[in-house]
């Protein structure tokens, strides 16, 4: 399977919202729990959000209420809406299934997301 491909970051003030996007391939992708992670520099590799192929969707604590997954089955896509967000959002973000440790497919590059005033 090729990776997937992340797209959307930037550079945005605190407060700001940006919308990720993911493109996977393959059709496990429609059958798969779907999550973003993200990770800084130095630290490990961390589950921001989930969707389980029924639609719920889970979140880590400081981002609830903040961001929403989404997912488009017929595209075989993943979307992140980041809202209100905050310094400690910045890192790289990158999608693939949940969980990390039966992950489907190889790292993609990520979208860099940096939160500066």
């Known amino acids: 399977q090729v990776q997937p491909v992340e797209s959307g970051g930037g550079l945005v003030q605190p407060g700001g919202s940006l919308t990720l996007s993911c493109a996977a391939s393959?059709?496990?992708?429609?059958?798969?729990?779907m999550a973003w992670y993200r990770q800084v520099a130095g630290k490990q590799r961390e589950l921001v959000a989930s969707i389980e192929t029924t639609g719920r969707k889970k979140y880590k604590d400081s981002v609830r209420g903040r961001f929403d997954i989404s997912r488009d089955n017929a595209k075989r896509t993943l979307t992140l809406q980041m809202n209100g967000l905050k310094l400690e959002d910045t890192a790289v973000y990158y999608c693939?299934?949940?969980?990390?440790?039966?992950?489907?497919?190889?790292w993609g590059q990520g979208t860099q997301v940096i939160v500066s005033s």
């Open positions: 693939n299934s949940d969980p990390i440790s039966m992950r489907l497919w190889a």
């Open positions: 393959g059709r496990i992708f429609i059958h798969s729990t």
